[in-house]
């Protein structure tokens, strides 16, 4: 802890730390300096001049004009903001910034919320005494997200400084010099990076605004918020979803210091418009006609009771939802406790083992689960068996940092991602083989000859000596390839790497936000269990909570199959799809951004999320409907005494948090009651099928493989269309060349161009997984 | 395109710095000359890839400073300090001047592409203003007769080179 001290600032004692930025200690205090270069997550710039104040270094000497970013806090300063010399001089600079800044406030996309506005209002700059034209720019084309309107820039280079020293990304820059400096890329086109709507968030005036939002403009004060958790990946950034009416209208971070803090990632920023899909549900259905909700709810339950007792609890069963709430799962598992039936969480037994394996680990507490500002402190990095940007954006984000602080970054995985642009050390391996390679990196010892190829070994031993020196290394590892032999490798690697002195950090990327909620559910059924059950006709009613069959590779897709064999299927879902379609009863919810609950983030971190009352019967979240199916069933006096600690694999203590928690709450993280299940010992991966020589890989993107952002809005522009990638060598001796229409429907079921792809390994064939599924338009809103 | 044979000769010329984005002005100004005295949006993607850095970094060099250009140019720049110095002097003259004798304004180039006209911030003259610079020749304290006698020369000399 750096030594506590004290400066005064207009007359006001401020204690703060030694060497802490002068601008952050003022702020940290609550005292307001005008500034617009200087940012907590991007440091000092001294570029605008506008955070000037008369600075001494103690009561006694002579105090002088400073730029109060570019000090460091010394003991017995003394700070005056309130200088009229202080004054004056940020009042000129407002006034130089003026001289080319559009007076467009009435109609600029960042009025409401604009630094400049604030700041000239502020130094009570009112009157232009400038006569000749203004400065003007032509405007770039970003792409479908981010809006440019350059002639509002004020120079201060906080994009630039984000985009390309921050979040490294490649393409975009400035350009010109004086009064002609431009922000930019090269040329007109997307933007290329994951990251480039925290530039809206960034740039302190309208020159980069939010396109979808600017479409059907909001004033910010029009805006009703509520908190939330992004529900795009399992990092669970905390957002701040905003309404106007009832329609969504946008998303911006929130900051929680110990999870997303500034930032978030696009699929997150702009994934929520699924709120507005048109195919939005908004009535109920029971065997066809739309009815009110307590009209189908009363049927179900009553049909649910019928079926119970003609043919037993054991013919009823529920497929709950790793993107639905704690409190979700949790009523639709006391719904089947209520008849005895049963409920399954997973999409099929694969990923149900890796997910359950890999949250064993982390809710065990046994080793130290990185946050992602932890994550920027690693001195080393290791990335297992998948691609961080596609699976869990804000990693990648978290992972630069350390990266641009010096820390080794090591990727072993079958297909290069953006990531490995920054790696020391890649090794392309095929789907499975990871855990080869680290069992050797475990046992410290020579592989016995031709075990590893001289790549692999090479890729081993530079590992062990950058992991040897390091104080705080962490091991990322994938669990949405559904590889437990992988999340065993990752554990026994990290917790073989933690001494005396040092612990290993380890952070696993779930598939969904509330995977780690969904695999401590005590009672849940192995998917392809329940499926045998549904073929074999044992399974008379179904229940599905949120979830679309169709598109999550369990083997439930087909479901007009599946749904034939069963008497009764009930749909739970905000959206109609290929789910909602085929079920004979369907019970409109909140969709996320709506509704309020808790998720368990990729860390076990519990996190609250609220929602703004709507009206409309179909605007109850799906916990609350399904407690009213578990009352129309009469089993109201569950529901009182009901604790998460009934449903959930947790501890009493993790049960009293998780009711105290609040919306807003930094959130604690939630661990588990009994033993670890882990295996004992590194554990070799299944063998994965081989067809024709190649091994199927899935490529999961950012744009494209989640869900939900693909429901609806920019993000589905973003998605590719269908591909598949070849090593050049295998392409070769199959005689196929980049482009063609390559046929792999006998063994991989499509017919795609091929794209050759040098960073993929040689053997596998890397599909992307593309949730893009046509919208469907429920009845009721086609009449 | 440029040739393999340059591209070879730069790529190991950056070779010779600890890093080798040091070597990107260089890099360009070579690449310029090849050009013909601009730099095509190609210029800026190879010197890119040359010197090994992102293209929006190099695009920034072309744009900051005065010696690049990214449009074509004349075979000759002719730069007429407008600063302080040369401003009292009386530059605004010789502007007028050089819009007689060759028809061009600020920021333009002659019919024939053989000269082109652009302002600058001051030359380090000022004590000797006003300050022109033609190429790489600084000429101090000029006036329009003594723009005519250097316009003479240098048609004289550029006479020469062609014959
Ligand atoms: S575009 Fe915005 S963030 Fe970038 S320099 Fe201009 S004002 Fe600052
Ligand atoms: S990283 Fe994940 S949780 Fe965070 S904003 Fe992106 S999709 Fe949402
Ligand atoms: S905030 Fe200090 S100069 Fe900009
Ligand atoms: S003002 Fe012209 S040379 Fe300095």
């Known amino acids: ?783 | 395109m440029i040739p393999q044979t340059l591209k070879t000769e730069l790529t190991e010329y950056v070779k010779h710095y600890p890093s080798e984005r040091v070597g990107l002005i260089t890099v360009m100004h070579k690449l310029q000359k090849h050009y013909g005295g601009w730099l095509p949006d190609e210029a800026i993607a190879e010197a890119a890839e040359i010197v090994g850095i992102p293209e929006p970094e190099v695009e920034g060099v072309a744009t900051f400073y005065n010696w690049f250009f990214r449009e074509p140019v004349g075979r000759r720049i002719i730069v007429v300090c407008d600063s302080i110095s040369c401003h009292l002097c009386g530059c605004d003259r010789l502007v007028e001047h050089f819009k007689k004798r060759l028809g061009i304004g600020m920021g333009e180039t002659t019919a024939d592409g053989e000269y082109t006209l652009l302002p600058v911030v001051c030359l380090g003259n000022c004590d000797q203003a006003p300050s022109i610079m033609i190429d790489e020749e600084t000429y101090n304290r000029v006036t329009p007769e003594k723009l005519d006698e250097i316009l003479e020369q240098l048609s004289a000399e550029s006479a020469k080179g062609e014959s």
């Open chain 1, 1 to 783: 802890m750096a030594d506590n001290i004290k400066i005064t600032v207009d007359g006001q004692v401020v204690e703060t730390s030694a060497g802490e930025n002068l601008l952050q200690a003022c702020i940290n205090a609550g005292i307001l300096v005008p500034h617009f270069c200087y940012h907590e997550a991007l440091g000092e710039a001294g570029a605008c001049r506008l955070c000037a104040a008369m600075v001494s270094a103690s009561a006694d000497k002579p105090a002088r004009l400073e730029m109060t970013c570019m000090l460091k806090a010394a003991d017995g300063m003394v700070v005056s903001l309130n200088d009229p010399y202080a004054e004056g001089f940020r009042k000129g600079v407002i006034e130089d910034l003026m001289l080319n800044h559009p007076h467009d406030c009435p109609v600029c996309d960042e009025g409401g919320e604009c630094s400049l506005q604030d700041m000239t209002v502020t130094t009570q700059h009112i009157h232009r005494r400038t006569r000749f034209p203004k400065r003007t720019y032509e405007n770039q084309y970003l792409g479908p997200l981010v809006h440019h309107e350059m002639n509002r820039c004020i120079t201060c280079y906080r994009c630039v400084r984000y985009y390309r020293d921050y979040a490294l990304g490649d393409d975009f820059g400035v350009f010109g010099s004086r009064d002609r400096v431009y922000f930019g890329r090269v040329r007109d086109g997307v933007l290329q990076s994951e990251f480039s709507g925290n530039l809206i968030d960034v740039c302190p005036t309208g020159v980069f605004t939010n396109k979808i939002f600017r479409e059907v403009y909001s004033r910010p004060w029009d805006l009703q918020t509520r908190r939330s958790v992004c529900v795009n990946c399992s990092v669970g950034c905390n957002v701040l979803p905003a309404f106007r009416h009832t329609t969504f209208r946008r998303i911006v971070p929130e900051r929680n210091d110990e999870v997303n803090r500034f930032f978030m990632c696009d699929r997150g920023r702009y994934g929520g418009e699924f709120t507005n899909v048109p195919s939005r549900l908004k009535t109920a259905r029971f065997e066809g006609p739309c009815l009110p909700v307590e009209e189908v709810t009363a049927r179900t339950a009553a049909k649910l009771k019928q079926i119970a007792a003609e043919h037993g609890g054991g013919a009823i069963a529920a497929i709950g939802s790793p993107r639905a709430s704690l409190e979700a799962n949790a009523a639709l598992s006391m719904l089947m406790k209520s008849l005895g039936g049963r409920i399954s969480m997973f999409a099929n037994n694969a990923e149900r083992d890796a997910v359950r394996r890999a949250t064993a680990i982390t809710v065990s507490g046994e080793l130290n689960i990185a946050s992602l500002p932890e994550m920027e402190k690693a001195d080393f990095v290791l990335c297992v068996g998948g691609d961080v940007t596609g699976e869990a954006p804000m990693m990648d984000l978290s992972i630069r940092q350390a990266q641009r602080a010096g820390a080794p970054v090591f990727i072993i995985s079958p297909r290069a991602g953006k990531l490995d642009s920054f790696s020391t050390n890649s090794l392309r391996v095929k789907p499975g083989e990871e855990s080869s390679v680290l069992d050797h990196v475990l046992s410290g010892s020579v592989p016995p000859k031709g075990a590893l190829s001289g790549e692999q070994t090479d890729f081993a031993e530079a590992l062990i000596s950058a992991l040897g020196s390091a104080k705080h290394p962490l091991v990322v590892c994938s669990v949405l390839h559904e590889d437990i032999g992988v999340v065993d490798a990752a554990y026994w690697l990290a917790k073989r790497a933690s001494r005396l002195d040092r612990k290993c950090a380890i952070a696993f990327m779930f598939p969904s936000a509330n995977s780690v909620g969904a695999a401590l559910l005590r009672d849940d059924v192995a998917p392809e269990t329940l499926h045998a059950d549904i073929s074999a006709g044992k399974i008379k009613a179904l229940v599905v909570l949120e979830r679309n069959l169709a598109l999550d590779g369990s083997p439930f897709s087909d479901i007009e199959a599946a749904f034939s064999k069963v008497e009764f299927t009930c749909a739970i879902d905000f959206h109609e799809n290929a789910t909602t379609q085929q079920a004979s009863a369907v019970v409109p919810c909140a969709s996320h951004y709506s509704s309020f609950g808790s998720f368990l983030n990729y860390e076990g971190r519990a996190q609250r999320f609220d929602s703004l009352p709507i009206p409309g019967e179909w605007s109850r979240s799906a916990g609350e409907m399904l407690l009213s199916l578990v009352e129309a069933t009469g089993n109201e006096e569950a529901i009182g005494e009901a604790a998460f600690s009934d449903v959930y694999e947790i501890t009493p203590e993790s049960n009293t948090a998780l009711e105290a928690l609040a919306v807003g709450d930094l959130g604690n993280r939630v661990r588990l009651a009994g033993k670890l299940p882990v295996a004992k010992s590194p554990r070799r991966n299944l063998q994965t099928a081989t067809h024709n020589g190649l091994v199927a890989w899935n490529i999961e993107l950012c744009f494209g493989s989640e869900e939900l952002s693909m429901l609806h809005g920019p993000t589905r522009e973003l998605a590719p269309q269908p591909f598949v990638e070849l090593n050049p060598a295998d392409a070769e001796s199959r005689k196929l060349s980049e482009g063609e229409v390559a046929d792999f429907s006998a063994d991989f079921g499509l017919v795609a161009p091929l794209r050759l792809n040098a960073n993929l390994a040689p053997g596998v064939i890397a599909i992307p997984v593309l949730k893009t599924e046509t919208a469907i338009v429920p009845e009721e809103v086609k009449a």
